[in-house]
């Protein structure tokens, strides 16, 4: 398909093929009409039509007409020679000629006289004109009047259809109605003897012209009937192809344009316009004086006409193919440039002045033009114009509202965290450009500082994860060789605390390790949850059953409130006693010996339920409870309590994951943990 429409070959058969396929739509459409009109009739030969009867008798009642003219003094179409006999003789100026009647006053001979002058008006010269009038009542073709009757062989002039024929009527204007109407040419004074004659004039004329048309389109009458609809279809393929092809060259994509497709389309239009009246004007002209070299000189004028159009047509599809055909208008390049002088003006305006001086500029351009337009308010466009710039004001308020509110929606996403925003400003101007990338390089930052710190969230669970790892193995070992070393029988007592020392921390090492791995899994959300209903009064009995011990070891005291009915959350039993317990571990370690922690379980709205833990620390808190539910920050700065600092940290993790929350609160030496859960029904 590509290679056709680059075919330069098949291009140039489509624009020489294309005139003559609407050359012959035009001509059998002209067949189709011209024996609508004409062929009606059984006649064969052009002479026996109505259309020479027409014009054989507009032809002899014009003479008629002239020849009274010339009796009145009001023409001199006739030239006065004398006759034998001494009478008057009128005959007719070889220069007199009227297109209507195309050539066929060569071919037809007249005399007239005038009954009351006996003056003859005649186209012929000879000497006996009785001998003469004698051959025309016999000739072939004839037509005679004479005592207000016609003698004719003629079929649409006799007798019965004279009346009817307009060759014998005019138009009057009547002066003081100023109508028309229609009169009959008044020929009972004159005698008139006329024949047609074929042979007086020899060669090609305008008339055989004619006569041979008519006879052509007489005999072919179902030629149109075969030429029409392939000349139809052949215009239409060609059409096609062409919009199609028009364009496209060979191993180019895009349409290329020429020096002439470059010009403003006003300048090739209107000249073409120009040219096209002309040429098309001329080839009329040449069918109306219809000889064979007016006619060749019409094909010609047409050929030309089509170029003209062609070139227009070719033109005019490759501008709009590649999307130029409104710029290619020397008044829309005016209006640009125009337009881009006053854009460069108030860009200057917008980035130069201050928002003061901006809106004073701006306000008083506004009064001017809508003063302007009111002092033309008389006219119509002056409205018009008048609510269009009203609109246009609108518009630009509302654009520019419209701008800040993304500008401040942009602002409280990034409030809120929101690390992908990001503002188009290439449509926006002065100030609001320069907040818009002033929040894009803000959110960019933000985006990028996350994205760091994301990474290096990752490499710190990544390290602790592979030390953790490394770590056990080794320590596995270490285990297992002091539990061997725990069942030999050692007799020396130091060597036995010792290895109990070993164990203590070899123990204490893998609770660090895997308390490491665990949060290493719980950070990154490796967690796999099987959620169930869980009974928070039992899970809390069962587990203040187990820490009974180390609790009465710290003398404290646990003040628990929980409603007697069951509550049920949704949640990992295995998990949520890591909570607890890790909670419960807290509370051994830094709790207030002898004093009292305090449980309490609250329903919130019927669809929460609120668990509360506190106690009271042995040593100040002198540290946040952000910092503390952070991994390795413990609340003893001296460190020398057991412990890794990852027990809130992940307490609140694993809180987080099944759906939770965990929050710590601290008040002097008051440490509180509050946890949130919806209940399950």
């Known amino acids: 398909m590509d ?11 489509s624009y020489i093929l294309l005139p003559i396929f609407i050359l012959l739509i035009g001509l059998s459409i002209f067949h189709f009409a011209f024996l609508e009109e004409y062929g009606n009739t059984d006649a064969t030969k052009f002479v026996d039509t109505e259309m020479f009867a027409n014009k054989y008798a507009y032809y002899i009642a014009d003479n008629i007409e002239n020849a009274k003219n010339q009796k009145n003094g009001n023409s001199r179409m006739f030239m006065q020679i004398e006759d034998l006999n ?31 002058t006996n003056e003859i008006y005649t ?93 052509f389109c007489l005999q072919n009458k179902s030629l149109p009937i075969y030429i029409l609809p392939i000349s139809i279809i052949g215009t239409f393929l060609i059409a096609v192809y062409l919009l199609c092809a028009i364009g496209h060259e060979k191993n180019q994509e895009e349409v290329k344009l020429s020096y002439l497709d470059k010009l403003p389309y006003e300048l090739i239009f209107f000249v073409g316009a120009i040219l096209l009246t002309i040429f098309a004007t001329g080839a009329l002209e040449c069918i109306n004086i219809a000889n064979y070299i007016t006619l060749i000189f019409a094909v010609l004028l047409y050929f030309i006409c089509y170029i003209i159009c062609a070139i227009v047509g070719v033109t005019t599809i490759k501008r709009i193919k590649a999307k130029s055909f409104i710029k290619s208008f020397f008044i829309y390049k005016m209006g640009s440039w125009c337009l881009s002088r006053l854009k460069k003006v108030f860009i200057t305006l917008d980035e130069k002045a201050t928002e003061n001086k901006r809106l004073f500029w701006y306000y008083l351009l506004f009064i001017i033009v809508s003063i302007m337009l009111a002092c033309l308010f008389y006219t119509g466009i002056a409205i018009i114009l008048l609510i269009g710039f009203w609109i246009w004001a609108y518009y630009r308020i509302k654009k520019y509202i419209l701008d800040q509110e993304k500008i401040k929606n942009a602002l409280k996403d990034i409030y809120e965290g929101k690390n992908d925003v990001k503002l188009d400003d290439e449509n926006l101007r002065g100030v609001l450009k320069e907040m818009a990338v002033y929040v894009n390089d803000i959110a960019s930052g933000f985006s990028n500082a996350i994205q760091e710190s994301l990474k290096s969230e990752r490499l710190k669970t990544e390290l602790i994860t592979n030390v953790s790892h490394d770590i056990k193995t080794p320590l596995t070992s270490i285990i297992n060789y002091v539990d061997l070393l725990k069942k030999e029988n050692i007799q020396d007592e130091k060597a036995r605390e010792y290895i109990e020392i070993l164990d203590q921390k070899s123990q204490r090492l893998k609770k660090l390790t895997e308390d490491l791995v665990e949060a290493s899994k719980v950070s990154s959300g490796n967690v796999k949850l099987n959620l169930e209903d869980i009974d928070i009064k039992e ?27 069951d509550i049920k959350i949704k949640a990992d039993s295995r998990y949520l006693y890591r909570i607890i317990e890790n909670l419960f571990s807290n509370i051994t370690k830094y709790a207030l010996p002898s004093s009292r922690v305090y449980i309490d379980v609250v329903e919130k709205d019927e669809k929460f339920v609120n668990i509360s833990i506190k106690n009271i ?55 509180k943990v509050d946890l949130e859960w919806k209940m399950s029904y």
């Open 3 to 13: 290679n056709l429409k680059s075919s330069k070959l098949l291009k140039m058969i």
């Open 86 to 116: 001494g009478d008057k003789v009128y005959y007719l100026d070889k220069n007199y000629m009227y297109s209507y009647y195309n050539g066929i006053n060569e071919y037809v001979d007249f005399i007239i006289i005038d009954k009351e």
């Open 123 to 215: 186209n012929i010269k000879i000497d006996d004109y009785n001998k003469e009038i004698e051959n025309m009542k016999n000739a072939p073709k004839y037509w005679n009047y004479n005592d207000g009757k016609i003698e004719t062989n003629i079929e649409y002039i006799n007798n019965n259809n004279i009346k009817f024929n307009t060759a014998f009527q005019y138009f009057v204007i009547d002066k003081e109605t100023n109508e028309t109407h229609s009169e009959t040419r008044n020929i009972e004074n004159y005698t008139v003897y006329s024949k047609y004659n074929p042979e007086k004039t020899s060669g090609l004329t305008n008339y055989k012209i004619v006569e041979g048309i008519y006879e």
């Open 539 to 565: 899970l809390f009995n069962q587990t203040i059953g187990e820490f009974k011990d180390k609790f009465e070891e710290k003398n404290l005291k646990i003040e628990t409130q929980i409603p007697k009915k």
């Open 617 to 671: 620390s042995k040593d100040k808190l002198n540290i946040s409870s952000d910092e503390l539910m952070q991994r390795f920050v413990r609340g003893d700065k001296s460190r020398y309590t057991e412990g890794s600092g990852l027990g809130l940290s992940i307490a609140k993790s694993l809180s987080e994951l099944q759906g939770g929350k965990f929050n710590i609160t601290i008040d002097g030496d008051l440490f």
